[in-house]
């Protein structure tokens, strides 16, 4: 009875700090619709992300990895095109998507976040307050898709924040505005969701009928994203997990069982000298 109490004790003396979490079928909630089948990988969003947001390049090395020097999301690149060459059965292929964050409905990173750095704004959209911001990087490891990282510059965590400034001043997010081809919409994601199931439905008219909707609906446990996609191929060929973990699961019980762990190997630690004091002539 007292280990219980104990456990119940310390699970709820580490709560982390969060705010609301918003509705994700709320009007005001905004975010991405990124259909792949109309990316061409001319990494324009890439760019005018970075040139808004005054984010350093990345430098020009040669990766192998295709037309590629980017490779991944992280602290100072916040869209990242990715190219892929399939080869099928007829003939080769590019699959091409620009990659960003999820903005999640319910976020690892917020949820992990001991500073409450890491909120939900008016938008709805999930926002790392850079100067709350300690750098202990658990929203980096708590995010199942690798958005987040530390950057080398100043130690904090950023990533994308829907260009929080600009829609402020009523304006979309510069990669949105900066896609020649509309590959990425913005606006309330109620609308998105409803724009990119008519999407779905003409191209299977059109014969295209591996196409489909990540994120739009909740992916198992985990909840609808904020900023989804439209795919061709399975998520792992765009480096999108099937089902996202949500690591937070059970925290309070596993910060309970740690603390409970060091506990007791503190107390056979004491002991052990205690003994070794009493043997001693």
């Known amino acids: ?52 947001n005054q984010l350093p390049a990345d430098g020009f090395e040669f990766t192998g990895y295709s037309y590629d020097n980017t490779k991944h999301l992280g602290a100072t690149t916040w869209r990242h095109v990715a190219f892929k060459e399939k080869v099928g059965a007829d003939a080769a292929r590019w699959l091409m998507v620009s990659d960003v964050c999820k903005h999640c409905a319910s976020a690892p990173c917020q949820h992990s976040c001991p500073t409450g750095s890491i909120v939900y704004n008016q938008f709805g959209a999930v926002y790392v307050q850079p100067d709350i911001c300690n750098g202990c990087g658990y929203c980096v490891v708590a995010c199942p898709f690798g958005v987040l990282d530390r ?68 992916l198992g446990e985990y909840g609808p994203l904020n900023s989804f996609f439209l795919l061709e191929a399975h998520p792992h060929e765009y480096n999108l997990p099937v089902a996202p973990p949500q690591p937070l699961r059970n925290q309070g019980p596993r910060y309970a069982a740690g603390l409970l762990t060091g506990l007791a190997l503190a107390a056979v630690a004491a002991f052990a000298f205690r003994r070794a004091g009493r043997a001693a002539p």
């Open 1 to 52: 009875m007292i280990g219980l109490a104990v456990v119940d004790e310390v699970a709820n003396a580490f709560p982390p700090r969060r705010t609301p979490v918003p509705d994700a079928d709320a009007d005001g909630v905004m975010g991405f619709f990124t259909d792949a089948t109309l990316c061409i990988g001319c990494k324009a969003c890439e760019v005018a992300c970075k040139q808004w």
């Open 151 to 218: 950057s080398p510059m100043d130690g904090r965590a950023h990533k994308c924040t829907l260009c929080f400034d600009r829609q402020a001043d009523g304006l979309e997010p510069a990669c949105a505005k900066a896609c020649p081809t509309d590959s990425i919409r913005f606006g309330p994601v109620t609308r998105l969701r409803e724009e990119a199931r008519e999407r779905v439905a003409e191209l299977h008219a059109q014969g295209r009928t591996d196409a489909y909707l990540y994120g739009a609906d909740p």
